[in-house]
C-alpha cells in the first residue's frame, strides 16, 4: 500500500486548485484500471486524502462516483472496496461492448475514415508484444476498443464506453497469464483496422463481433477459475 499511496501523492500536482471530486475520481479511476488497486483491495480514505492532499468530504464524493460507475463497492461497517466482478457482471459488459462497438461501425459513413488514432493503438500492442509486455498489450487493446468507439464522434458514447472498459480492466487485473489472454486479438486488431482502410465496413463489424464473441469466451473460462461465478475464490486458485 505504500508504493500506491506514494504514486498517489505524484498525482497530486494534477489537481490544481480547482480540486474536485471528479478530478479525484478521473485519478483513483485511472489508479484502479493501471492495477494500483487490484479488485478486493480495501481503500483508506485518511491514506488516500491525505497522499492526495483533499478533504474527507471530497474523496467520499469521489467514491460514491466510482461505486456509481461500477468500480468500487461500500460494505457496511467494512469500508469501500475495489470491486471484485462475478461472472455475470463480465458476460453483461460485453454484451454492452458488442452493442456498442459493432454499432459504431455499422453507423460509419462513406470512407475514408479518420484511422489515425486507431492504427496508433494498433502499432502500441506491437511494440508491446516484440517487448514481451503482455499486460503494456492488454492496454494497447483497450485503447484500440476505445479509439474504436471514438470513431462514433459522440462524447456520450466516449463517456459510457470510458466506464466499461475501466470495468472490464478489472476483470483482467485477475487473470494469471495475460499473454495468452491478450496475444490472439493482436493480429484481429490489425485486420479490423486494415478492412476499415479498404472502406469495408461490414467486414469489419463481421471481424469485430466474433473477436468479442471469442473474447467473451476466453475471459468466461479464466475468470471462472480464477474467481468463480460469484466474485469469490474459487477452489482452484485458493
Known sequence: ????????A?????????STAERVSDILRSRIAEGYFPPGTRLSEDSIGGA???????????????THERLLVHELNRGVFVRVLTVDDVEDIYRTRRLVECAVVRGLGEPPYALDRLASAVAEGERAAV????????TANIHFHRELVALAESDRTDELMRSVFAELRLAFHVVDDPRRLHEPYLARNRQILQALETGAKDEAERLLAVYLDDSLARVVEVYRR??????QPSAASA
Open 1 to 8: 500500500m505504500a508504493e500506491q499511496l506514494t504514486g498517489l
Open 10 to 18: 505524484d498525482d497530486r500536482a494534477l489537481l490544481g486548485r480547482t
Open 52 to 66: 492526495l492532499g483533499v478533504s474527507r468530504n471530497t474523496l467520499r464524493e469521489a467514491f460514491r462516483l466510482l
Open 131 to 138: 517487448e514481451n509486455d503482455w499486460k503494456g498489450l492488454g
Open 226 to 231: 480464477r474467481v468463480g461465478e460469484d466474485g
